[in-house]
């Protein structure tokens, strides 16, 4: 299992690691994106970043979801009791405040678990709702990915090749999942997650850690994915 993550973490390492602040325009509009933490090393020797996260999206989504992970619109802050927050578009997002709020035994936790993106909640809790700590909560959440996370990504055009338990995603979230050598430093935030499977597995993530593993016919769409994200990055690209 170890061997497979250090040949995806070591593959990736061809790509660039975009950091913010970035441009939206240079980034697919189909893809999977991994990312990396300051301070979370692999462990595989050398003090190499570990992968944190593993995501993707709904057909044309890529950028999308990389502007709510980094809130990119920033318009998006102007939320009240009406509205939805900006973790409530970026699951990310959420599990980055559930790890805060509890690391300091804040009872707004339970708040923050409620969904505001139904009507329903919003009329039956919304008097329970703190915007200015919301607010403030939301703006740390923004330092955090701006300043401690970073990117890379490989271009996959077909939602069925990326999505679902049949899909690559999930199998790249096993590959990562099962290693025993890479592992959270104690320092890491989300140790003080209160979801289990993601202090368990030093990933920001719920889903499809109990993946099946890579196999040959997805390493090959890797490689593929990797020749062809490299070329859309080559210098002649008027995008870049």
């Known amino acids: 299992m170890s061997e497979l993550c250090k040949w995806l973490h070591e593959h990736l390492e061809q790509l660039p690691l975009v950091k913010f602040p ?3 325009q240079q980034l697919p509009e189909n893809g999977i994106y991994f990312f990396y933490e300051k301070g979370e090393i692999w462990g595989h020797g ?7 996260r593993i995501g993707t999206h709904k057909d044309g989504n890529f950028r999308n979801r990389i502007k709510e992970h980094y809130l990119l619109d920033e318009s998006k802050m102007n939320f009240d009791f009406a509205q939805p927050t900006p973790h409530e578009r970026s699951i990310f997002r ?5 790890a805060l709020l509890n690391q300091y035994n804040d009872d707004y936790l339970k708040i923050w678990e ?3 993106t139904t009507k329903k909640a919003r009329d039956k809790f919304g008097h329970l709702r703190d915007i200015k700590k919301e607010k403030e909560i939301e703006s740390e959440i923004t330092r955090i990915l701006r ?14 090749e990326r999505m679902g338990t049949k899909g690559l995603e999930s199998s790249l979230i096993g590959t990562i999942a099962r290693c025993w050598l890479c592992k959270p430093s104690n320092n890491w935030l989300g140790n003080y997650s209160p979801k289990t499977q993601i202090r368990k597995s030093g990933l920001w993530l719920v889903q499809h850690l109990s993946a099946d593993v890579i196999n040959e016919k997805g390493k090959e769409t890797v490689r593929d994915a ?8 080559h210098p002649s690209n008027p995008e870049n």
């Open 226 to 233: 990797i020749k062809r994200t490299k070329l859309f990055y």
């Open 22 to 24: 970035f441009k939206l």
């Open 94 to 98: 959420k599990h980055i405040g559930r």
């Open 46 to 52: 050398d003090d190499k970043p570990r992968i944190v």
């Open 147 to 160: 300043e401690n996370f970073s990117f890379r990504f490989i271009r996959i055009s077909s939602q069925t």
């Open 114 to 116: 409620i969904d505001f």
